[in-house]
């Protein structure tokens, strides 16, 4: 028989000699489950052991049987009722594993689709989910913050959360309470919070920082925070909360200026903590919190509660996570680590730095005693990318983080086509992978970036925000040979994804994201190709290509809009206006960066490939 195609891969596995058959009527009564100490010493250990009389789990808490079902059912997916003879003993190397994804950039799911992920997220033996949330929970007195957003109801999130329970998933609430605040505190009766008042300049001159933060010596600010709080938590049925309180940009800049220079950002911000947490203490949870901004102020972390967990994030291939998880360990505060998709900014993914990310991660996690690991997926610029390109991603920090040893690359695709995308062919998922690569084309590369999502994506140059920055420059900073090399690329996975044949409703919706994605992704390549047309002067060639571009770009708005309402609430007003933003500028025929600005003084490139 072939090899077991599992992932998470079992810790330890042997086959032996022999298959078993499990009868066609009264199945799951030649399944034998035993709570014995003869399993593993883990909440979530068990052995499994199919022999020529039978199929037995062995566990010792509920957890462990949880898990030995799921390799169970894998081993069903793949070789039907004819199983293998073998012997597995396992347990997970994280006692905390999950997924975290980003509700609050213009792409919130509907119920239904949150509902499926976390079926699928627990056949991966994932067993901790979070929502991010700033501004996307129904709040009963912000219905004017969120309503052009969408938002989840209390209703909704119980129904979740009891899913999420009987499935063997802690559903974590999570409510950034500091920083990223954006619109709550562009709401009238809310500005006043705000640690500033106006826009200013980002560190590098060429965005602005918009007021995110709230003041955190405001007499408002606890109030506004403890009537969040009570109004989210009581849908929630989870013992911890992850309050955020990341990249609080705007501190001392504003309202908590004079106390900042007399006291130090850093002990401000850490008594802002210390009272949040002790709101968190009042409603009996357990905080998390971000931990990017205590490590700037090292030093500061003995001031902290002991019983708090910092989540420990970054997101590039070379991350220190080596360093940082030291930090936190020498320090004995509970952390996670917590690296990501890197599928935002990026439309169809960038694998190459996120199937490194999730593996750093994991192995400095491990090594440093992280007590969980969080694979987040967030969604800067809009949220574009559909959940579908998050899959490959998602699997892999589910099996890195279950046991890093045994996770095999080469059993992404089977996996992947079987359990998500449900597709024999496989094509499905070799062209969601293959994309992921493809902006190695371009010989160039940034952090957080591709072209493929920012060049698209880009906000007008006038309104100066911080995502996409630099995307109407890229066509200054690539050669032409490679964006045709790239688009080829696309279009490439494009005809094997079109030659994929899903077996079910679920596998069909995620091969049309794809392609969706895939299709916003090459329109990216045409316009840099336009934008050299127009910076060489070749008038005839690029009124063509406007013309072309603006087609195509009508036709995906038509057809992104047919799709939203199958996975998402709202509308796709906050997810996707860049694409009218991007027919403006063929219509307007000229460049917003000449050549000569858009360059950079030393390009960061690499090899195409």
């Known amino acids: 028989m072939n090899k077991p195609e599992l992932l998470p891969y079992p810790r330890s596995l042997k086959l032996t000699a022999g298959h078993f058959t499990l009868p066609k009527r009264d199945t799951l009564a030649a399944v034998a489950t035993v709570h ?6 883990h909440a979530e250990g068990y052995n499994l052991t199919i022999d020529r009389r ?53 792409r919130v799911p509907k119920l239904e689709t949150l509902l499926e992920l976390v079926e699928q997220l627990a056949s991966f033996k994932i067993n901790e989910f979070q929502l991010y949330t700033e501004h996307t929970f129904a709040y009963r007195k912000y219905k004017s913050v969120w309503k052009e957003w969408g938002a989840l109801t209390a209703a909704e999130i119980k129904k979740l959360d009891a899913r999420c ?40 001159g060429d965005f602005l920082r918009f007021p995110t933060t709230l003041a955190p010596n405001n007499p408002g600010t606890r109030k506004f925070i403890r009537g969040l709080y009570d109004e989210l938590l009581p849908n929630f049925t989870s013992k911890h909360f992850n309050v955020g309180c990341d990249e609080t940009w705007d501190l001392g800049r504003g309202q908590s200026k004079k106390v900042c220079e007399r006291r130090g950002k850093g002990n401000v911000y850490v008594d802002f903590l210390k009272a949040i947490q002790r709101e968190v203490a009042k409603r009996d949870r357990r ?45 004995k505060l509970p952390f996670y680590v917590c690296p990501g998709t890197s599928t935002w ?27 969980g690991y969080l694979n987040t997926d967030w969604g800067d610029g809009g949220h574009p ?17 279950w046991c890093g040893n045994t996770y095999d690359e080469r059993l992404l695709v089977p996996v992947l086509s079987r359990d998500v995308f449900h597709d024999s062919t496989q094509r499905v998922a ?49 050669a032409p040979r490679n964006i045709r090399r790239a688009t080829a690329e696309v279009e490439q996975q494009r005809r094997v994804l079109h030659a994929a044949q899903p077996m079910t409703r679920a596998g069909q919706v995620l091969k049309l994201e794809l392609d969706l994605a895939a299709r916003m992704a090459a329109e990216s390549c045409r316009i840099m190709l336009w934008q050299q047309s127009l910076a060489a002067g070749r008038k005839t060639e690029a009124r063509v290509l406007a013309r072309k571009g603006i087609r195509a770009l009508a036709q ?9 309402p199958l996975r998402n609430l709202a509308t796709t007003a906050r997810c996707s206006p860049f694409l009218r933003w991007r027919m403006d500028d063929y219509r307007r025929g000229k460049l917003h960066f000449s050549p000569a600005a858009a360059r950079l003084a030393k390009a960061k490139t690499y090899a195409a490939e």
């Open 54 to 106: 039978g199929v037995r789990l062995e566990f010792r808490h509920a957890g462990g049987l949880r898990a030995a079902a799921a390799t169970l059912n894998q081993l069903l997916r793949q070789y039907g009722r004819k199983l293998p003879c073998l012997k597995i003993r396992d347990w997970p190397d994280f006692p905390r594993r999950g997924v975290m994804l980003d509700i609050s950039r213009g």
């Open 345 to 371: 900014m990026a439309l169809i993914g960038r694998h190459d730095n996120a199937f490194a990310n999730l593996v750093a991660g994991a192995k400095s996690g491990l090594k440093h005693g992280a007590i």
């Open 36 to 41: 014995t100490h003869r399993a593993p010493k």
């Open 385 to 401: 990318q559909p959940l579908a390109v998050s899959y490959a991603p998602f699997l892999i920090g589910a099996a890195v983080s």
């Open 430 to 478: 070799k062209a969601a992978i293959a994309m992921g690569f493809a902006h190695r084309k371009f010989g160039y590369c940034d952090a957080n970036v591709t072209p493929f999502g920012a060049v698209i994506a880009a906000p007008p140059p006038a309104t100066r925000e911080l995502f996409c920055r630099s995307g109407l420059k890229y066509y200054a900073r690539i």
């Open 165 to 204: 329970r009987a499935l063997g998933i802690d559903l974590v609430p999570n409510q950034n309470s500091f920083g990223h605040l954006r619109y709550f505190l562009e709401h009238p009766r809310l500005r006043k919070l705000a640690e500033v008042s106006e826009p200013y300049e980002g560190s590098t």
């Open 556 to 564: 995906i708005e038509r057809d992104f809009k047919r799709y939203w």
């Open 287 to 331: 905080m998390m919190f971000w931990g990017d901004i205590i490590l700037h102020h090292p030093e500061l972390i003995k001031k902290l509660p002991k019983n708090i967990i910092a989540l420990n994030w970054g997101y590039e291939a070379n991350h220190p996570f080596e360093k940082e998880a030291a930090t936190f360990a020498k320090s």
